[in-house]
């Protein structure tokens, strides 16, 4: 999946959300560790690359040689998702930001869901 930020203020190409490598090579990386997220170009963009787990809905990379969860977002909108038991994925939307927010939530090259969510306000999607 890439999660792809559609209305950035001062970009006129969409934006995803990629993992950004800490200059000091630290952080808590494995399979309950998080990385930091940043906005950047989408295409052929590796570090933009993410999986939804179907049996426990986490959001990960494989990005920096080993699996990080995605436990942040930028400090505005922040995603979480999941699979019900009637298998559906689930995707929830926070954003805290005095503004708007226009989003695409793609698989591989498909757009799956493109949507806005309003200033201070959180969001559930199911996708079918």
């Not at 990386?29 to 570090?47: F, K, R």
């Not at 995707?91 to 591989?108: G, M, P, Q, R, W």
């Amino acid at each position: 999946y890439n999660i792809v930020l559609t209305n950035h203020p001062y970009k006129t190409t969409p934006q995803c959300l990629l993992i950004q490598k800490l200059g000091n090579n630290g952080g808590a990386h494995g399979p309950l560790g998080g990385a930091q997220i940043v906005l950047g170009e989408c295409d052929a963009n590796e570090s933009a690359k993410w999986t939804v787990d179907e049996k426990t809905g986490e959001v990960s990379s494989m990005y920096l040689d080993e699996e990080v969860c995605m436990t942040t977002g930028w400090p505005f909108l922040q995603m979480g998702s999941f699979v019900t038991p009637g298998n559906n994925k689930t995707v929830i939307l926070l954003n805290e930001a005095n503004d708007a927010a226009n989003f695409a939530l793609k698989n591989e090259d498909n757009v799956v869901l493109t949507s806005s969510i309003p200033p201070r306000s959180i969001q559930s999607f199911v996708l079918k």
